[in-house]
C-alpha cells in the first residue's frame, strides 16, 4: 500500500475538485433548503465517468477501484455529503450486479447506471426492522415465472427519484437468514408507490422515503443470484458500504477543521487571533490528527477489498472511528465559532447535522463495534 497518490489517482482528484467546484459547491446549501434531487448533477456526475469508477470498462465503468473510488466520494462530501451518498446508494446495485447478476442483468442495467440514464437504490430497511436485517418481513411468492412481493421499506435513500432498487425479500417464511432473497424492482412496475419525503436533520438534497410493495408482479429474471442468498447478498454490500461511508465522514469533517481554521486565524479576541488560545487551538490540532487517521484506515479497507482481501473488520472500524471522528470534529467547530457556529448563515451546522447520520446508516455504530468485537473473537479463536 503506497501512502502517496498515483498518477492516475491525482488526476482523478484534480478532475473532481474542478467538477465540485463548478456544478456542486455553489448549489449544495441551495438544494438542502429546497429539499431538492440534484438529478441534473448526477447525470453529469455519470457523463463524466464519476459514477461508474469500480466497474468494469464492459459496463460502462472506469475498471479502477475503491481506493479512487473513495477519493472521489471525500471530495463530493466536503460540499454536499447528500450528494456523496447519492453516489455511494447509486453504487450499490452497481456493486450487487457486478458480483451476483448474471450477464443479461449487467448489461442491462450496469451501463445505465455508471453512465447516470438511471439511478439505483438500496431497500432493506423495514419500519420494525433496521440493524435486525435477518428478520424482514416482506414477502415474495414465486407463482409461475413472476414473485408477488408485498410488504414495506423504510428509510430508502434516493427512494422515488432512484429508477431501480435492489428490494429485500423473504421467498420462504422458515424464520432463517437462508429465505431472503434480492430483486431487481424498478419504479414504474405496478403496486410501487412512495411515501413522503422525509425531513430530516441533514442530507435533505436526498430523499429518503418508505417504499411500499402491493402485489408487485416482479419478473423471475429479476432474481439476483439464487433464491435465499439475499441476506450474503446485503452484508457483502455493506462491507463495502462502510468503506463509502467512511470517505464521505472525512469529507465533512475536512470541511468543518477547514473553516473552523480560517474562522480562527482571523476572528480576533481579546486583540489576538483566537487560534493563539490553547482552548481552540488544541482542538483543532486534535481535528486534524483524528481526520488523517480515519482517512488512513479508510484506505486500509479499500485497499484490502481492491485486493480481494478480507476487509469486514477494517470497514467496520473505518466506519465506525471516521464517523465518530467527524461527529466529534463538526461538533467543535461549531464550538470554535461560538454564537455564529449554530447560525445557518455559517456551513458547520449543516455539517454537524450531516455527521450526525454518518453514525447511523450502513449499520449503526454499536452494530459495528459488535461486528467488530466478533471478528477479533473468531480471528483469536483460530490461533488456539
Request: charged share 25%.
Amino acid at each position: 500500500m503506497d501512502f502517496l497518490l498515483n498518477d492516475v489517482q491525482r488526476m482523478l482528484q484534480d478532475s473532481i475538485r474542478k467538477f465540485v467546484e463548478r456544478e456542486i459547491a455553489p448549489h449544495a446549501m441551495e438544494w438542502e433548503e429546497n429539499m431538492e434531487f440534484p438529478m441534473d448533477v448526477m447525470k453529469k456526475l455519470g457523463n463524466s465517468g464519476f459514477l461508474g469508477i469500480p466497474y468494469p470498462e464492459k459496463y460502462n465503468g472506469q475498471g479502477l477501484g475503491y481506493q479512487e473510488y473513495i477519493i472521489v466520494l471525500e471530495e463530493i462530501a466536503k460540499a454536499s455529503a447528500a450528494l456523496a451518498i447519492a453516489l455511494a446508494v447509486n453504487g450499490l446495485p452497481q456493486l450487487i450486479l457486478d458480483k451476483f447478476g448474471n450477464e443479461k442483468q449487467k448489461m442491462e442495467y450496469l451501463p445505465r447506471l455508471s453512465s447516470g440514464e438511471l439511478t439505483g437504490g438500496f431497500s432493506l430497511t423495514e419500519p420494525d426492522y433496521g440493524s435486525d436485517a435477518k428478520s424482514i418481513k416482506t414477502m415474495a411468492e414465486k407463482k409461475g415465472d413472476y414473485y408477488i412481493i408485498n410488504g414495506t421499506k423504510r428509510f430508502s435513500s434516493q427512494g422515488g427519484v432512484a429508477d431501480v432498487y435492489v428490494v429485500f425479500a423473504r421467498t420462504q417464511n422458515t424464520g432463517s437468514s437462508h429465505d431472503i432473497s434480492a430483486f431487481l424492482v424498478t419504479k414504474d412496475i405496478k403496486g410501487v408507490s412512495f411515501g413522503r419525503h422525509e425531513k430530516k436533520m441533514g442530507l435533505n438534497a436526498t430523499p429518503t422515503r418508505e417504499i411500499y410493495f402491493d402485489n408487485v408482479r416482479v419478473p423471475a429474471e429479476n432474481l439476483i443470484g439464487e433464491e435465499g442468498i439475499g441476506f450474503k447478498i446485503a452484508m457483502i454490500a455493506l462491507d463495502s458500504g462502510r468503506v463509502t461511508i467512511a470517505a464521505t465522514a472525512v469529507g465533512i469533517a475536512e470541511s468543518a477543521k477547514n473553516y473552523a481554521l480560517e474562522y480562527a486565524i482571523t476572528r480576533k479576541q481579546f486583540s489576538r487571533p483566537i487560534v493563539e488560545f490553547e482552548g481552540v487551538s488544541f482542538p483543532l490540532a486534535d481535528m486534524e490528527t483524528k481526520i488523517n487517521a480515519a482517512r488512513l484506515l479508510t484506505q486500509r479497507a479499500a485497499f484490502l477489498r481492491d485486493n480481494n482481501l478480507p476487509h469486514s473488520k477494517e470497514a467496520a472500524m473505518a466506519k465506525v472511528f471516521a464517523t465518530d471522528t467527524a461527529m466529534e470534529v463538526t461538533t467543535n467547530a461549531v464550538q470554535i465559532l461560538g454564537g455564529n457556529g449554530y447560525m445557518r448563515d455559517y456551513p458547520v451546522e449543516r455539517y454537524m447535522r450531516e455527521a450526525k447520520v454518518m453514525q447511523i446508516v450502513e449499520g449503526t455504530n454499536q452494530i459495528q463495534r459488535l461486528v467488530i468485537s466478533r471478528l477479533m473473537v473468531r480471528e483469536i479463536s483460530r490461533q488456539i
